[in-house]
């Protein structure tokens, strides 16, 4: 006779008592990930990243362009993405829980973190919290992967376009420059 496992059911209280050791823990839907620290090559396309978005995001004034210890908190889950886009906080001394949806997520994945990227952090961030959009970006692959409500999902290997609601113009991304196969000095 097979016995399901009993698996333990997290919550916001335990997971802010963990221990700052370097690690990153996340909570979804009461389950516990931990990610260790990042790699150079993660924190350098998270830099070129920043490069591109921040000047537009500025130019549009479509908010922040947001890094790890800012994080999405909704319904008992807590993540801290890679990186967001958010409008500014109306209120800042509301909290985490109060903050607006961010316009674009993104998670810089590794092997370790693929799926969880692509399953439980995808349907947390677009079924769950309604981002309109999500870019897993994919160091291994060489891809950003864009994910939007209600739409198949893009593999971008060369250009992603970025149109968030109520700009006229869009961001044209080159994957290759993410990567750092551009020349970004």
Do not use: C
């Not at 958010?86 to 209120?91: E, L």
């Not at 509301?94 to 607006?100: E, H, K, L, T």
């Amino acid at each position: 006779m097979h016995m399901a496992a009993n698996t333990k059911v997290w919550t916001l209280d335990e997971l802010h008592g963990l221990p700052d050791d370097g690690n990153k823990y996340e909570l979804i839907h009461g389950e516990l990930f931990v990610t260790p620290s990042p790699t150079n090559d993660h924190e350098e396309i998270g830099a070129r990243l920043t490069r591109i978005l921040d000047p537009y995001v500025a130019a549009n004034g479509l908010g922040y362009v947001l890094h790890p210890r800012a994080i999405i908190r909704f319904q008992g889950s807590e993540v801290e993405p890679d990186l967001m886009v958010r409008r500014r906080h109306p209120s800042p001394k509301d909290g985490w829980a109060a903050a607006p949806i961010p316009i674009l997520v993104v998670e810089i994945g590794s092997p370790s973190t693929r799926r969880r990227d692509r399953e439980h952090k995808r349907d947390f961030y677009i079924d769950d919290v309604a981002v309109p959009e999500y870019w897993i970006v994919d160091p291994e692959r060489r891809e950003i992967v864009v994910v939007k409500p209600g739409a198949p999902n893009e593999v971008a290997r060369e250009w992603v376009t970025w149109l968030p609601s109520g700009t006229t113009s869009p961001l044209r991304v080159d994957v290759a420059t993410v990567f750092g196969d551009g020349g970004d000095g």
